[in-house]
């Protein structure tokens, strides 16, 4: 078993750069949705906004990307989640590879440069793509040159659970109960662009567009890689090899927990989700996933020493 703080900092890397690549695509989003100035542009940002926590809705939309990508002062802004997956990485240079590490850093310099504000402001929408376009490739490299062992698994881990819990917050801000109801149909093409799901929703349901399908997709589709039933599923599976190397210690095993949150999602019932409201679904979501992360470092990271010395 690794280190603690070795797997502390695998679990956050994977959890900021997710972080990063979904605030860069809802800024990339929010900014061509405004393009026409009409109420779907509005819509659109307030989208946005809502799903990270925004409660001042008032700022414009380029104002409010520019504030998402590049404050400093803003710990979840990509600039500040790049800053602290690089230094995570580096905490742990030995356990990832050449290529991985001067991905991510060729990223976080490109954030903060001193030029970075005017190349956003240049072309901001270009600015976003590139950051996508290089967590793709980190990601990638990450896949493919490194042994997909624990520490592999462990930056797996806090990826696939940031994504459940960005994907839970954007489809709350559109169906949650006391959400204001989308149905426009661009705001709704926007909606599935935030989550990267545009084209592979259109495979399945071709050009209908309805809120029903949208929350039915990206809830529940085993085979969309975005969608939280596919996050969870790859949660339950790399906690459950992780597990593997830990004795039981008698607390709330993160693999059972994820295992149950993948179980309700597999054999929810999507018809009931309909009548009763998708809000109970996306809490409990929600609140699960923070469960499973306690549970995470219970087991990995904030153990009581004398569980991992021998008898």
Same mark, same amino acid.
Request: net charge negative.
């Given at each position: 078993?690794? *280190?603690? &703080?070795?797997?502390? @900092?695998?679990?956050?890397?994977?959890?900021?750069?997710?972080?990063?690549?979904?605030?860069? &695509?809802? @800024?990339?989003?929010?900014?061509?949705?405004?393009?026409?100035?009409?109420?779907? #542009?509005?819509?659109?940002?307030?989208?946005?906004?809502?799903?990270? #926590?925004?409660?001042? *809705?008032?700022? $414009? %939309?380029?104002?409010?990307?520019? #504030?998402?990508?590049?404050?400093?002062?803003? !710990?979840?802004?990509?600039?500040?989640?790049?800053?602290?997956?690089?230094?995570?990485?580096?905490?742990?240079?030995?356990?990832?590879?050449? +290529?991985?590490?001067?991905?991510?850093?060729?990223?976080? *310099?490109?954030?903060?440069?001193?030029?970075?504000?005017?190349?956003? =402001?240049?072309?901001?929408?270009?600015?976003?793509?590139?950051?996508?376009?290089?967590?793709?490739?980190?990601?990638?490299?990450?896949?493919?040159?490194?042994?997909? $062992?624990?520490?592999?698994?462990?930056?797996?881990?806090?990826?696939?659970?940031?994504?459940?819990?960005?994907?839970?917050?954007?489809?709350?801000?559109?169906?949650?109960?006391? @959400?204001?109801?989308?149905?426009?149909?661009?705001?709704?093409?926007?909606?599935?662009?935030?989550?990267?799901?545009?084209?592979?929703?259109?495979?399945?349901?071709?050009?209908?567009?309805?809120?029903?399908?949208? *929350? +039915?997709?990206?809830?529940?589709?085993?085979?969309?890689? &975005?969608?939280?039933?596919?996050?969870?599923?790859?949660?339950?599976?790399?906690?459950?090899?992780?597990?593997?190397?830990?004795? %039981?210690? #008698?607390? %709330?095993? !993160?693999?059972?927990?994820?295992? &149950?949150?993948? =179980?309700?999602?597999?054999?929810?019932?999507? $018809?009931?989700? +309909?009548?009763?409201?998708?809000?109970?679904?996306?809490?409990?979501? =929600?609140?699960?996933?923070?469960?499973?992360?306690? =549970?995470?470092?219970?087991?990995?990271? %904030?153990?009581?020493? +004398?569980?991992?010395?021998?008898?």
């Amino acid at each position: 078993m690794m *280190l603690a &703080r070795v797997a502390d @900092s695998l679990y956050w890397l994977g959890r900021y750069i997710e972080r990063a690549e979904h605030l860069s &695509r809802l @800024s990339t989003v929010m900014l061509n949705a405004t393009l026409d100035q009409t109420d779907t #542009g509005a819509e659109a940002v307030r989208i946005a906004l809502s799903a990270v #926590g925004e409660t001042d *809705l008032t700022a $414009g %939309a380029f104002e409010a990307a520019k #504030g998402l990508v590049l404050d400093r002062t803003d !710990p979840n802004s990509v600039v500040s989640s790049l800053s602290r997956a690089r230094e995570n990485a580096r905490q742990v240079r030995d356990q990832i590879t050449t +290529e991985t590490w001067e991905r991510l850093n060729l990223l976080y *310099l490109k954030v903060i440069d001193r030029n970075a504000g005017r190349e956003f =402001a240049d072309n901001s929408v270009t600015f976003l793509h590139d950051i996508i376009a290089d967590v793709h490739l980190f990601k990638g490299a990450a896949d493919t040159t490194m042994s997909h $062992g624990e520490s592999w698994r462990f930056m797996m881990v806090g990826m696939y659970l940031e994504r459940a819990q960005l994907i839970a917050g954007l489809l709350e801000a559109c169906f949650a109960e006391d @959400s204001p109801k989308v149905n426009d149909h661009l705001a709704l093409v926007s909606l599935l662009r935030m989550g990267c799901a545009l084209e592979p929703y259109l495979r399945v349901y071709t050009a209908e567009i309805e809120p029903r399908h949208i *929350l +039915e997709f990206m809830v529940f589709d085993e085979d969309f890689p &975005r969608s939280i039933r596919f996050a969870t599923s790859q949660i339950e599976k790399h906690l459950s090899e992780l597990a593997r190397h830990v004795e %039981a210690t #008698g607390r %709330a095993a !993160p693999e059972r927990l994820a295992g &149950r949150l993948k =179980a309700r999602l597999e054999f929810a019932d999507v $018809g009931e989700l +309909e009548t009763q409201g998708a809000g109970e679904l996306l809490t409990t979501v =929600a609140n699960e996933c923070a469960r499973i992360h306690q =549970a995470i470092y219970e087991t990995f990271v %904030a153990y009581p020493l +004398e569980m991992r010395l021998p008898a």
